[in-house]
């Protein structure tokens, strides 16, 4: 048996491997106990107490100033605000805590998991602006700067990639350690009330109101479904071969948000509500996977119109507000 340790695990990564756990999904990996690791890790009791049993471990703590964490087989460290807000109105707090708690984390992880398994939680921001002549990021991509990012998706990713450089540091002192970087995906603990669009278009259909489309250029986008994320993640962690492997999470199905908006509409017998379109800008935020797919034989198990009715099946089965 197993234990697995989660730093940052009151947000949505930490309860989809909660609510995974909870349906017997880790078996593959003889979980048997998950240790919660964050600054307000009661939330998780007050918010989703049906994800928390006696083999669930809820430890408070900054792991930007720790002293000791907990010992595991596996750690995924997932410490980070998801909330473009706070990068808007706290940039160089919100990028200081990132770097910060990654070099800290390595430095304890030294000591305490020198024989753990471990996944470090990166994004695909780390890439920059997808061009128009780029249909999808690869693994090998190098984006020349971040400076065509709004700011707080520039401060964001400037702190991934300082932290992806932490990490390789370490990697080369002996820690066990890969890189997840992670695109864009839902489930039903993905916030419904923040900047996620698909989050959003949810939050319509429950509440049977017209689907507000807000861009005012083109946004493409691809959904990876939470429970293809927490295995992906999990595979990507038990796979050692000691280069500090790095991996693209998400789907490589794109799709425009106002096609999205049209199709759900039709689903479920909605209108749309389209702003107009004042720019032929597109945004494009779409990874390559075959890098997993090769390598590790992952694929996805949820196509997207099935991830996002799974998704509100789940949201209405929980009563997830």
Known sequence: MASLLIIGGSGFFGRSILDAFQR????????????????????????????????????????????????????????????????????????TNIEKGTQHYCELA???????????VSSGAVYGFQPDDIDEFSENYDSPDLSSLS?????????????????????DKGLNINIA????????WLPRNQHFAIGNFIEDIINKRPIKVLSTHYVYRSYMYADDLVHWL????????????IFNIGSDEPIEL???????????????????KTSKKKDRYIPAIKKANNELSLSLNFNLIHSIQETIKQINLYHIN
Not at 181 to 188: D, E, I, L, Q
Not at 236 to 243: A, P
């Open 181 to 188: 970087r992670c695109f864009a995906f839902v489930g039903p």
């Open 24 to 95: 017997d999904l880790l078996k593959p990996w003889a979980i048997n106990k998950i240790i919660i690791f964050a600054r307000h890790p009661e939330i998780l009791l007050k918010e989703c107490p049906m994800l928390i049993d006696w083999r669930v471990d809820l430890i408070p703590g900054d792991i930007t100033l720790a002293s000791h964490i907990p010992e595991a087989d596996y750690v995924i460290h997932a410490a980070a605000s998801t909330d473009v807000r706070d990068y808007l109105l706290k940039p160089d707090e919100e990028k």
């Open 151 to 171: 700011d707080g998706k520039r401060d964001y990713a400037l702190a991934k990639r300082a932290s992806e450089n932490i990490i390789k540091v370490f990697r």
């Open 234 to 245: 999990m595979s990507i962690i038990d796979y050692n071969n000691g280069k500090c492997s």
């Open 258 to 276: 106002s096609d999205l908006a049209s199709k759900l509409a039709n689903i479920y017998n909605l209108t749309v509500q389209n702003t107009p």
């Open 110 to 120: 030294m000591e305490c998991h020198r024989n753990s398994k471990i996944v470090y």
